[in-house]
């Protein structure tokens, strides 16, 4: 079969023709653009044959503060992070970001989609300083949307009744070690339990994509 005859994935059906990439990124304040990107973890999605979203492989990269960045005192206490630390092995942002868009344009390929969407817990957040990150690196091809975004923060408040992720998690029966959160790679990766937890449970009661129509002849 021709590329061209190639029935097209059906994730690149699911989210209107974006991939779905879940983000989690640790600062050192909450401005993106004044403050530096410390560390960012990107986890794949995968699905299988029956439309369920799966957590797939995490890409992490440690980022050495820009030139002239602000870290806050407060907000390095919060993560646990030394920004100078040489077991880190931090890279320049440009690198770093180039590192993490790779992979991500290569799934949107593969999974025959337009571009990716970034998902994460207050994912404006991830957003602002993805994008800031990027522009700083002159970046051209960022691969995701440059405003729209899936919140699991939002879809847990729903789901849930609560926005705090490890609540969120410990509600859908996600085991979360707070020990371990603030660290960008586990925290992306219980959040794309949870995104895919609700995705999937979504699915089961009905919603999209919707069940098979019978047949006249069933």
Not at 157 to 172: E, I, R
């Amino acid at each position: 079969m021709s590329d061209e005859n190639k029935p097209l994935h059906p994730m690149s059906q699911r989210f209107r023709g974006f991939l779905p990439v879940v983000v989690d990124v640790e600062t050192a304040g909450f401005n993106p653009e004044r403050d530096a990107l410390l560390e960012i973890a990107a986890v794949m999605l995968t699905m299988d044959e029956d439309g369920k979203l799966h957590r797939g492989e995490t890409h992490l990269q440690q980022i050495d503060p820009f030139e002239g960045a602000n870290l806050e005192q407060s907000a390095l206490d919060f993560t646990g992070i030394d920004p100078w630390d040489p077991e880190r092995e931090a890279v320049p942002e440009r690198e770093g970001m180039s590192e993490i868009f790779s992979p991500i344009r290569k799934a949107v390929k593969a999974f025959d989609c337009k571009r990716a969407v970034l998902v994460g817990h207050n994912a404006t957040f991830d957003h602002n300083f993805v994008f800031a990150a990027a522009m700083r690196a002159d970046i051209k091809r960022n691969p995701f949307h440059p405003f729209s975004t899936f919140d699991t923060a939002t879809l847990a408040g729903l789901a849930y009744g609560h926005t705090v992720l490890a609540q969120a998690c410990k509600l859908a029966g996600i085991p979360f070690d707070n020990k371990e959160a603030h660290s960008a790679a586990y925290d992306a990766e219980k959040t794309a339990d949870l995104f895919c937890g609700i995705v999937n449970r979504w699915q089961e009661l009905g919603g999209f994509p919707p069940p098979p129509v019978p047949s006249s002849d069933e």
